[in-house]
C-alpha cells in the first residue's frame, strides 16, 4: 500500500494514456505503449515493453486497459527502487476516475474532460433550434453520453468543426417536438459516423448501437468527442489561413518543410516564437509537464496583450493560483476555453493543447507579413486544396494512424508515390514488396517508378 498514485499523478497518467489511444476504444497496443512510456521518459526497449506488456494483459489480446496501464508504469518505478517487485504487489487507485460497468467491462474515463467538453458544444451549439432540447449539457456525470443519443448533437458539431461536411437536410429532426423513431437515430448516426470519418476522425469499434447507449461506452464517446473537438480548433491553425506562420521557419528549413509540420507542432512553434520574442528561457516541447506551471502561458498572455495581461502570476507560488490569474486573463482577451484552473495545473495534455488552441484561434498575436516576407517565402494564394474531394481524402489519409505519415495537400504529397503505397500496406497489409520500392526517390525517375508500382497494384 505504499506505493500508491496520487490523484494529480492519476489524471496526469490518464490524460499521456488517452493521448495516444488514437481511436479512443479505452485500449493501447505494443505501439502505442511503447509511445506513451516514451514520452513519460519510462522507455527502455522494446523487449521492456512486450514482459511489461505479457504481464498485465490478462485476457492476451494484446491490449491494455488505462488500470492495467497503471500497472506498467508502477511495476517500472517499482522495479527501479526494487528489482524483485511484482504486479501481484501492484496497487492501483482511480478516485478521480468515473468507472461504468459497460457491456465489454468496466470503463474509466476523467471528469474533467467529460466537462469540458460538454461545455465547449454547448457554447459552440447554442442557438441552434434542431439540438435546442438537448442544451445546455450538464458538465457533471454522464449527460453528454446521453445526449449524443439522437445523432443530432454530433451532426451538429461536425458542421461547427468543418463547415458544410453534413447537409443539414439529410438528418432528421424533431418536427413539433416529436420524438424521433429508432429508425430515424439509427440513420442519424450512420450519417455522423461517416461523416466524422470524413474529417479524419478514428471511429474504430464505434458504431450506431455504441452512441445510442452513449452512457454505457463513455469512453467511446469521450474519444469521438474529443476528436471532433481537437478537429474544431486545429483546423484552420495553418499557413492557408494564417500565413504569418511562416515565421515560425526554423534555421535550415524550407517552406515545404513548415507545410507539412501537424497543428499541435505548428502551435508548439507559434507558443515558442512568443517565448523567445519576450527573451525567456524556458522552451515547450509538450502540453503536459512544460505548461502545468503556468509560467509558459502567463508569458504568451502578456506577448499577445501586455496592457491587458500583466504577469503577476509568476509571484504565485501555487499552479492552481497561477492557473487562475492565467484563466482570467484569457477571458479579458474573451478567448472561449472551457477548463479549469487545475486541468492546467494537473498537466492534462487534452485540455491544455485546447487552451493553447483557443488562444490562437482568438489572438495569435502575429503581425501581418510585409510583401516582402510573401515574396521571400514564395506564398501562393492557391485554393487547390480547398475542394471537399481534396479535403476529404487528405483527412481520411491522416486518420489512418501511419507511423511517420501526415500530408498537408493531398496533390502534392503524394507525387513520389510513397504516401499511396504505404497506405495501401495500411489497408491491405502485406500487398507491397518493399524490395521493389525506391524508400529515398530523389529523382524524377525513382518518383516515377514508385508510382508504377502503385498502379500495378491498384489494377491487381
Not at 32 to 49: C, G, I, M, P
Not at 172 to 180: A, M
Not at 183 to 204: C, H, P, R, W
Not at 343 to 357: E, M, Q, T, V
Amino acid at each position: 500500500m505504499a506505493h500508491q498514485f496520487s490523484q494529480s499523478e492519476i489524471a496526469e497518467y490518464k490524460s499521456h494514456f488517452g493521448t495516444f489511444d488514437h481511436d479512443g476504444d479505452g485500449n493501447i497496443d505494443f505501439k502505442e505503449l511503447t509511445a506513451v512510456l516514451k514520452n513519460l521518459s519510462l522507455y527502455e526497449n522494446d523487449s521492456q515493453v512486450t514482459k511489461l506488456l505479457s504481464e498485465v494483459d490478462k485476457n492476451k489480446n494484446g491490449t491494455i486497459e488505462f488500470g492495467e496501464f497503471l500497472d506498467v508504469v508502477l511495476n517500472i518505478k517499482l522495479g527501479k527502487a526494487n528489482t524483485g517487485a511484482g504486479f501481484a504487489k501492484v496497487y492501483t487507485k482511480q478516485k478521480d476516475l468515473i468507472q461504468v460497468q459497460g457491456h465489454t467491462g468496466t470503463h474509466s474515463f476523467a471528469e474533467e474532460e467529460m466537462a469540458a467538453f460538454a461545455e465547449h458544444l454547448t457554447v459552440y451549439l447554442e442557438g441552434d433550434a434542431d439540438v435546442a432540447h438537448l442544451l445546455p449539457i450538464d458538465p457533471k456525470g454522464l449527460d453528454l453520453c446521453k445526449k449524443v443519443r439522437d445523432g443530432l448533437l454530433l451532426s451538429k458539431f461536425i458542421n461547427v468543426a468543418v463547415k458544410d461536411t453534413i447537409d443539414v437536410r439529410a438528418l432528421n429532426t424533431r418536427k413539433g417536438g416529436k420524438e424521433l423513431s429508432l429508425f430515424q437515430i439509427n440513420e442519424n448516426q450512420t450519417l455522423s459516423i461517416s461523416s466524422a470519418k470524413s474529417i479524419g476522425v478514428k471511429v474504430t469499434n464505434i458504431g450506431a448501437s455504441e452512441l445510442i447507449e452513449g452512457e454505457k461506452s463513455p469512453h467511446l464517446v469521450l474519444g469521438l468527442v474529443w476528436q471532433l473537438v481537437k478537429v474544431h480548433l486545429l483546423n484552420s491553425i495553418n499557413l492557408k489561413n494564417h500565413p504569418e506562420l511562416v515565421r515560425l521557419l526554423e534555421e535550415g528549413e524550407t517552406l515545404a518543410d513548415l507545410l507539412k509540420l501537424p497543428p499541435e507542432q505548428l502551435l508548439l512553434r507559434w507558443l515558442n516564437y512568443h517565448l523567445k520574442n519576450a527573451k525567456h528561457p524556458k522552451k515547450v516541447t509538450n502540453w503536459s509537464s512544460d505548461v502545468k506551471d503556468s509560467e509558459a502561458y502567463t508569458i504568451l498572455l502578456n506577448q499577445i496583450s501586455p496592457a491587458v495581461c500583466g504577469k503577476e502570476a509568476l509571484n504565485k507560488s501555487d499552479p492552481v493560483e497561477r492557473a487562475t490569474i492565467v484563466l482570467n486573463n484569457s477571458k479579458k482577451l474573451e478567448v472561449k476555453a472551457p477548463i479549469k484552473p487545475r486541468d492546467i495545473a494537473s498537466g492534462n495534455p487534452r485540455l491544455n493543447l485546447i487552451f493553447a488552441a483557443a488562444v490562437f484561434n482568438q489572438c495569435p498575436g502575429l503581425d501581418p507579413l510585409t510583401q516582402e516576407e510573401i515574396a521571400s517565402a514564395g506564398l501562393m494564394d492557391d485554393d487547390v486544396g480547398d475542394s471537399r474531394e481534396e479535403r476529404a481524402f487528405r483527412m481520411w489519409i491522416n486518420s489512418l494512424g501511419i507511423e511517420d505519415l501526415y500530408i498537408t495537400n493531398l496533390f502534392e504529397d503524394v507525387t513520389d508515390g510513397l504516401v499511396l503505397l504505404k497506405v495501401l500496406d495500411h489497408v491491405a497489409p502485406g500487398i507491397v514488396s518493399w524490395k521493389q520500392v525506391e524508400k529515398n526517390p530523389s529523382n524524377k525517375f525513382k518518383k516515377v517508378s514508385n508510382n508504377n508500382y502503385v498502379v500495378v497494384l491498384v489494377n491487381n
